[in-house]
C-alpha cells in the first residue's frame, strides 16, 4: 500500500502538531545518525520547541560544539555556499517543477502533432491549423525525413554490397546473371517509389506554398520561440 503524500502546510490542530512533531523529530534524528554512521562524517542537531525548555541536540553538547567550531573555521563564502532557509528551498523546488512542466508540455505537443500527421497520411485535411501548428508539423516530418533517408541509405549500401558478391559468385551462370539483373531492376524500382514518397512528403512539409502563407517570419519548433506561450490550443495552460 503506498504512503499518502504529505501536505506541506502549516498543522493548525494543536495536538495533532505536537503528535507530528516528536514523530518527525525522531525520525531527523535518526537520519542524522544514519548519515554519520555510514558516511563517516561529522554532523550534528540543534532543535528547539516550545514543548521543551532546553533545545535538544544530537549527538552531545560537546559534539555540536565541535562541529560548530570546525564550521566556523571556514571562510564566509564556503560557509553561506550552500546553505539555504525555507524560502530558498521552496524556490529551488518551484524552478524544478517548472523545468518539469516545460519539458512535459514539450513532450504532448510532440505527440500530438505526430497524431497530427499520421492523420494527413491517411488523407485527413489539415484543417483549424494555424501557423504554428504548420511550423511544427513541418519541423516533426521533417525530423522523420531525415530519419527515412538514413535507413535509406543503409539499406541501399546493404543492397549493394550484397550484388557485388552474388555477382562474383554468378558471373558465369547464364540464368543466374539474368536473375541478378531482374533484382538489380527491383531494387531501382523500390528506389523510385521511395523518392516519390519522399517528394509528397516534402510537398506536405512546406504547406506554405500551397496554402497561400508567406512571410519570412522564423518559426521554432514545439513551443521553442522568443515567446512564453508553449501550445496554440486554448484549452491546454
Known sequence: MTRKKVKLAYISNDSARKATF???KKGLLKKVS???TLCGIDACAIIFSPYDSQPEVWPSPLGVQRVLSQFKKM??????KKMVNQDS????????????LKKQRKDNREKEITQVMFQSLTGKALLNLNMMDLNDLGWLIEQNLKEIC????????GASTHNSSNYGVVKNNGEASQQQVDKSSGFDQMSMEATQKQQWLLDLMNPQEHMGFGGEEIMYP???SSHSTLWSNPFYP
Do not use: V
Open 22 to 24: 516528536k514523530k518527525r
Open 34 to 36: 544514519e548519515l554519520s
Open 89 to 100: 528551498f521552496l524556490r529551488q523546488r518551484i524552478a524544478k517543477a517548472n523545468e518539469q
Open 75 to 80: 571562510p564566509e563564502m564556503e560557509q553561506s
Open 150 to 157: 538514413k535507413r535509406m541509405e543503409t539499406l541501399n549500401n
Open 222 to 224: 514545439f513551443g521553442e
